[in-house]
């Protein structure tokens, strides 16, 4: 058991077996069957582990609880594998973490349930239905939501908002923990793309596998992203069924109410049929000569996750934990990523 955590807290450090095992003096081979677990470190071995690695003993006595599998993530340049492996070790340690805290307290993180989903999509268009589906089945009507990482939470949704994605080389994560899915978003966006980031990774966590080879993913999930904060009902409402022109004023409104870009509304707009594929090329040829494509007029502001650190403490007020414990929850989860994003930016 112990192996895994080596090798996690290793990759978390962006170490190779080389390097670890030239910082404690033992072999190469001698390290890496630690992490196979065919070899138990002496105390005193492990002692220097955690030194070299940055964590504390207890972190490698703790067991492993959760693997991360379908994992889904964009990259871009500059992104290694290595960094990868970095963030997801990060990731797991921070679900961990919190999964440690709801098990304290039955029902602090409901179970997650969604509703019977197509097993085929054949068409984008199929999408639209499936977003409103998931809606229902939340029983989030058809209005805008304010405050969605609240809101994914109380579904039973883990939302992680960090800086663990550091210069902009990677652009939100999905995967599940158990049967918990997760989501991560950079903490460092506005809000708007936090939100449509958000609703794309869960559109990862509900269409992957689903969909016909012709679809490409990517696109699925963003228009399920569109579909989700501002479903066909409510764009058809609000913008009527047909339309020649949106001033932007009028869609600086729409972002402010639903929490979704400007440019994503062009997209719904387009996508529900409100806009022909002409007048909406007119739209977005107005956005990009005004820069807007890469930075709207407006901001929507950042949401942050609320739920983990009012389970500690609530889990502290009961004296399930102890002050030191809900501490070192809390603390170790900031500097984790302080570690991790002095490491991006250094990369
Ligand atoms: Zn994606």
């Known amino acids: 058991m112990i192996g895994t955590r080596i090798k996690q807290a290793r990759q978390a450090a962006c170490l190779s077996l080389r390097q670890v095992s030239e910082r404690i003096s033992v072999s190469h081979t001698a390290v890496s069957k630690y992490e196979r677990d065919e070899l138990t470190p002496s105390s005193t071995t492990l002692n220097q582990l955690a030194k070299v690695l940055d964590v504390t003993v207890d972190y490698f006595l703790r067991p492993a609880r959760i693997e991360l599998t379908s994992i889904e993530y964009r990259s871009h340049k500059g992104f290694s594998e290595q960094l990868a492996a970095r963030v997801i070790a990060d990731v797991s340690d921070q679900v961990e973490r919190q999964l440690e805290v709801y098990d304290l307290l039955p029902g602090t993180l409901p179970d997650f349930h969604q509703p019977q989903l197509p097993k085929r999509i054949e068409d984008l268009d199929e999408i639209d239905a499936l977003a409103t589906k998931l809606r229902e089945f939340w029983k989030l009507g058809l209005n805008p939501i304010p405050d969605l990482v609240d809101t994914l939470e109380e579904r039973g949704v883990i939302v992680l908002v960090s800086d663990v994605f550091g210069a902009n080389t990677f652009s939100g994560l999905s995967a599940w923990a158990g049967k918990v899915p ?37 696109k699925a999930c963003d228009r399920f992203a569109g579909a989700f904060l501002a479903p066909r009902p409510a764009v058809l409402s609000a913008l009527g069924k047909s339309r020649k022109w949106l001033d932007y004023r009028e869609l600086m409104l729409l972002k402010d109410e639903y929490g979704l870009s400007m440019g994503a509304w062009l997209y719904r707009a387009k996508d529900c049929g409100v806009l022909t594929e002409g007048k909406a090329g007119q739209h977005f040829g107005f956005f990009r000569k005004r820069g807007w494509h890469e930075k709207e007029p407006s901001n929507y502001p950042s ?10 403490f609530r889990a502290l007020g009961e004296n399930i934990i102890g002050e030191s414990k809900a501490m070192e929850l809390l603390s170790a989860h900031r500097l984790d990523l302080v570690r991790l994003q002095t490491h991006v930016i250094g990369t």
Do not use: K, N, Y
Not at 182 to 199: H, K, L, M, N
Not at 201 to 216: A, F, K, N, Y
Not at 303 to 312: A, I, L, M, W
């Open 182 to 218: 997760v989501i991560i978003v950079s903490s460092e966006w506005p809000g708007d793309r936090q939100r449509f980031t958000a609703c794309h990774e869960l559109g990862h966590l509900m269409l992957h596998g689903r969909l016909s080879e012709h679809i490409d993913e990517e």
């Open 303 to 312: 949401e942050t996750p609320r739920r983990f650190p009012q389970t500690v």
